[in-house]
T-cell receptor
Framework: GQQLNQSPQSMFIQEGEDVSMNCTSS?????WLWYKQDPGEGPVLLIA?????ELTSNGRLTAQFGITRKDSFLNISASIPSDVGIYFC?????????????FGKGTLLTVNP | EAGVAQSPRYKIIEKRQSVAFWCNPI?????LYWYQQILGQGPKLLIQ????????DSQLPKDRFSAERLKGVDSTLKIQPAKLEDSAVYLC?????????????FGPGTRLLVL
């Protein structure tokens, strides 16, 4: 089955620093998504990417859909303490009525005030 | 707008016991998903419903797991009998439909510990 390799596994940064994390796949996806999960909660969608090469921003977050459709990255600029959490990439292939998400293992982000 | 509701939030059982989880999706959402999230992993899809029909249950361990969405609204996921490796967070998600890029909204999850 499809597998996503997400890196780094964890990051410990100072408030104000920029952060970059990425995701690679052994096979292509038609949609890439980035989610954030806070402790005790379900994942919340941050950014969705629908076309190869697409670069999308949402406030301090920027994400790109790789040209090969096998990778994506997420950047967070000027980090703040509330950015703490686990960030997941997810790929969606589609086809028929099956639009399941395949998730990476997550990047745990800690921001030191 | 109310989000996806799940209950219970926490459950502790002994192995070989049975357990059931309940999910109420966002009103009007036709598609409902159950995911299993083991500690340190991303969520893994167990089953997807479109209204009251099953679209994908290829990763559901059918010898012990079952799920239903009889009236096409809320859903229950059951484990019988539970094993130690079933300890995980069970997440329910819903979306308006089943289209590429359709946003899936997740509930807070049910945390299951099997002793």
């Amino acid at each position: 089955g499809q597998q996503l390799n997400q890196s780094p596994q964890s990051m410990f940064i100072q408030e104000g620093e920029d952060v970059s994390m990425n995701c690679t796949s052994s096979s292509i996806f038609n949609t890439w998504l980035w989610y954030k999960q806070d402790p005790g909660e379900g994942p919340v969608l941050l950014i969705a990417l629908y076309k190869a090469g697409e670069l999308t921003s949402n406030g301090r977050l920027t994400a790109q859909f790789g040209i090969t459709r096998k990778d994506s990255f997420l950047n967070i600029s000027a980090s703040i303490p509330s950015d703490v959490g686990i960030y997941f990439c997810a790929g969606q292939l589609g086809g028929g009525s099956n639009y399941k998400l395949t998730f990476g293992k997550g990047t745990l982000l800690t921001v030191n005030p | 707008e109310a989000g996806v509701a799940q209950s219970p939030r926490y459950k502790i059982i002994e192995k070989r016991q049975s357990v059931a989880f309940w999910c109420n999706p966002i009103s009007g959402h036709a598609t409902l998903y159950w995911y299993q999230q083991i500690l340190g992993q991303g969520p893994k899809l167990l089953i997807q419903f479109q209204n009251n029909g099953v679209v994908d249950d290829s990763q559901l361990p059918k010898d012990r797991f079952s799920a239903e969405r009889l009236k096409g609204v809320d859903s229950t996921l059951k484990i019988q009998p539970a094993k130690l490796e079933d300890s995980a967070v069970y997440l329910c998600a819903s979306s308006l439909g089943a289209h590429l890029g359709e946003t899936q909204y997740f509930g807070p999850g049910t945390r299951l510990l099997v002793l």
